[in-house]
């Protein structure tokens, strides 16, 4: 979409373009609030501030709609706009047999001790990277876990805005 569709974009087709980002309500609604946007970097600077807003009951609600990494489908169905980002960031994610297994066993172990899903940015690693993050994330506390969960998926969503709103 380019910056000036987004800046006179209906209230509702401002709110679907951002859940493509990230399916938190309230960050759509606070990003619109404050449109019209001189520039893409003055869109992500209040998306990025905004992120910072966002409660745990929020961000677990948005975990339900991530596939789990090497994982091809979501708990819930995802939009193809949601598709195609999932796709595209986990391109670099081609683990052999052995690799798949540490992934499975991997997630499985994540989800039974923190009750949600193993969210990285995983755009631009290799399915190893993803696996060693993996592994070092297991030995963190709760809220340790929380925090990075936090930052990783305001990551994605900075990253989903900046590669789908043009100039």
């Not at 193993?118 to 755009?123: G, S």
């Not at 297991?138 to 100039?167: C, F, G, M, W, Y």
Request: glycine share 2%; proline share 3%.
């Amino acid at each position: 979409m380019q910056l000036i569709e987004f800046n006179q974009a209906s209230t509702e087709d401002a709110i679907r373009f951002l859940k493509h980002c990230v399916q938190i309500p309230s960050w759509a609604t606070d990003v619109i609030a404050q449109r019209p946007y001189a520039s893409i970097d003055a869109v992500l600077a209040v998306a990025k501030q905004q992120a910072t807003t966002w409660t745990w009951d929020e961000i677990k609600l948005a975990l339900d709609n991530h596939p789990r990494i090497g994982e091809k489908k979501a708990q819930t169905e995802l939009s193809e706009v949601e598709q195609g980002f999932s796709h595209r960031e986990q391109s670099a994610i081609t683990p052999d047999e052995e690799t798949q297994l540490a992934l499975i066993k991997g997630n499985q172990a994540y989800e039974k001790k923190y009750g949600h899903i193993f969210l990285i940015k995983a755009f631009g690693l290799t399915s190893e990277d993803v696996l060693q993050a993996l592994k070092y994330r297991l030995v963190n506390d709760a809220e340790t876990e929380k925090r990075i969960v936090h930052h990783q998926l305001a990551e994605i969503a900075l990253l989903r805005l900046s590669q789908e709103l043009q100039p």
